[in-house]
T-cell receptor, first 115, second 113 residues
Framework: GAGVSQSPSNKVTEKGKDVELRCDPISGHTALYWYRQSLGQGLEFLIYFQGNSAPDKSGLPSDRFSAERTGGSVSTLTIQRTQQEDSAVYLC?????????????FGPGTRLLVL | AQSVTQPDIHITVSEGASLELRCNYSYGATPYLFWYVQSPGQGLQLLLKYFSGDTLVQGIKGFEAEFKRSQSSFNLRKPSVHWSDAAEYFCAVGAFGNEKLTFGTGTRLTIIP
């Protein structure tokens, strides 16, 4: 079956512009995660959605970052007024349940470059 | 707070040689431990995971890892590496009731002929 897909694969933007990154999880997966991978860094947790529950936003680095998940499926991560330090690879993952022992399946990521 | 340390940023191994990648974690409760591999331009793929039972875990692609509670370690091993194993390897820790994984900074593996 189809895996997690993300679009765009690459995004170049100017400082101060807003960007939207999209994630399509595996069909039927109820849990969805966003991570950020900066150069030389591990993956940094950003936000987590589980079903219809309120998302866990504890990892969002600033109020310029927001995310939503419509209909329990597709998710969009929005970065407003982008800064150069936002340049990174943004990875989305989904899992069949929210149990922490469940495997998270990752998409290929969106590489964001802020000039 | 939980944390993961991968002390080796970059490792170079000859094809056919054995491999061990180190991972140390810090967590108060019983951890769930994962190893993921990321090939260039690809997302992360799960190699193996541990959350209970036998402390020696077998994974895909011939990898295994051993959970050692006394050393807070979960090292990844492979008896004989192949050129296709060249990639970035990430160790991660989670726990029951905590859905967020904490990842290490990764170890980049280079394979030489």
């Amino acid at each position: 079956g189809a895996g997690v897909s993300q679009s765009p694969s690459n995004k170049v933007t100017e400082k101060g512009k807003d960007v939207e990154l999209r994630c399509d999880p595996i069909s039927g997966h109820t849990a969805l995660y966003w991570y950020r991978q900066s150069l030389g860094q591990g993956l940094e947790f950003l936000i987590y959605f589980q079903g219809n529950s309120a998302p866990d936003k504890s990892g969002l680095p600033s109020d310029r970052f927001s995310a939503e998940r419509t209909g329990g499926s597709v998710s969009t991560l929005t970065i407003q007024r982008t800064q150069q330090e936002d340049s990174a690879v943004y990875l989305c993952a989904s899992s069949s349940t929210s149990a922490s022992s469940e495997t998270q399946y990752f998409g290929p990521g969106t590489r964001l470059l802020v000039l | 707070a939980q944390s993961v340390t991968q002390p080796d940023i970059h490792i170079t191994v000859s094809e056919g040689a054995s491999l061990e990648l180190r991972c140390n974690y810090s967590y108060g409760a019983t951890p769930y431990l994962f190893w993921y591999v990321q090939s260039p331009g690809q997302g992360l793929q799960l190699l193996l995971k541990y959350f209970s039972g036998d402390t020696l875990v077998q994974g895909i692609k011939g990898f295994e890892a051993e959970f050692k509670r006394s050393q807070s370690s979960f090292n990844l091993r492979k008896p004989s590496v192949h050129w296709s194993d060249a990639a970035e390897y990430f160790c991660a820790v989670g726990a029951f009731g905590n859905e967020k994984l904490t990842f290490g900074t990764g170890t980049r593996l280079t394979i030489i002929p």
